[in-house]
């Protein structure tokens, strides 16, 4: 029997354990809330106990596992093992978690940045299969990415390379959560998505997405929804957030010349309604000789790229 990793996607509300084999194939999952208010300490208890409970539900004995590893949202050192600080999961600073769990559970235990780790699963067994040089980008609430540099995971001199989100598409553009203004995430985020159509709306369009959220606050998904059924304010939106996502394509395409490019996270679910758009602005503005040679294309481990790609750190 092929060894067994084990994938821990830690996120602010929901944690998910998975154990996956040489393919990529998750064999179980656990999935529970994290409710990371009560601090880092029970937050590992879960991990643990999700761990022990994937175990049994699959019959796999702990001496089968050959690691585990574990993709964390925020600022780690992944060589010495330690989390620095998690903006979504209070109390997390200085935590060396792989040292605790390497303590509990005998096996090496490695840490990735999420983003990086899902690059590094979608490269081993998903859209990145086959290419030496691959960037994966997730656009969802923020903008994050990963970047594989001849087959091998590029993090930088602390951890903090590929942090695409933040590269500045308009200098005169919108205040970013990271104290910038005009960075990608931005702009071209689904949480910008929302924030777009709300301050449309607040300033008197009139728009099918108003109905559609009801009482909630906006979400991108109702702005697609509602260009989906031709509502011009949508429809303008999602125009916009293709030119942005075209954008921050070159500049990819500037810096590491991939051979491909992998688009996930919630808002590439959205695939048909922004492709066409944004590969127009690609032909108009990326250097010539890099988009020759790289596709486009939507990433394909969906929702398990979290579990499956901090797997792959340990495979
Ligand atoms: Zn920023």
Redesign the pocket.
């Known amino acids: 029997m092929s060894k067994i990793a084990c994938g821990i996607d830690l996120g602010g509300t929901k944690l998910e354990v998975g154990l996956v084999d040489d393919n990529g194939n998750i064999i179980a999952r656990v999935k529970r809330p994290t409710h990371a208010h009560e601090g880092p300490e029970s937050v590992i208890d879960k991990i643990n106990d999700s761990i022990m409970t994937a175990l049994e539900k699959s019959n796999i004995k702990q001496r089968d596992l050959r690691g585990i590893g574990i993709g964390v949202p925020g600022l780690i050192d992944a060589d010495m093992g330690k989390v620095i600080f998690l903006t979504n999961l209070p109390g997390w600073r200085d935590i060396p978690l792989a040292e605790i769990m390497e303590e509990k559970f005998h096996i090496p235990v490695k840490l990735g940045n999420d983003a990086d780790a899902a690059a590094y699963g979608e490269y081993l067994f998903g859209s990145g299969r086959g290419a030496r040089n691959f960037v994966y980008m997730t656009v969802s609430t923020g903008i994050g990415g990963g970047v594989i540099i001849e087959g091998k995971l590029y993090r930088g001199a602390s951890s903090g390379a590929a942090e695409i989100?933040?590269v500045v598409i308009d200098v005169h553009g919108e205040k970013?959560?990271?104290g910038?203004y005009g960075?990608f995430?931005?702009l071209a985020s689904g949480t910008a998505i929302a924030r777009f159509a709300k301050r449309a709306i607040d300033r008197g369009r009139h728009s099918l997405i108003e109905e559609l959220s009801g009482d909630e606050p906006i979400k991108a998904e109702h702005v697609f929804e509602a260009a989906g059924q031709g509502d011009r304010l949508a429809l303008d939106i999602i125009d916009e957030e293709a030119f942005y996502l075209g954008i921050g394509i070159c500049n990819i395409m500037a810096m590491y010349n991939p051979e491909r490019i992998a688009i996930g996270g919630g808002v590439s679910n959205q695939w048909d309604m922004f492709y066409h758009k944004m590969m127009e602005t690609v032909r108009d503005r990326a250097l010539k000789q890099n988009a020759k040679v790289c596709r486009v294309i939507k990433a394909e481990l969906g929702t398990d790229a979290g579990v499956v790609g901090a797997a792959a750190l340990i495979i």
């Open positions: 989100g933040h970013c959560n990271c910038n960075c995430e931005a």
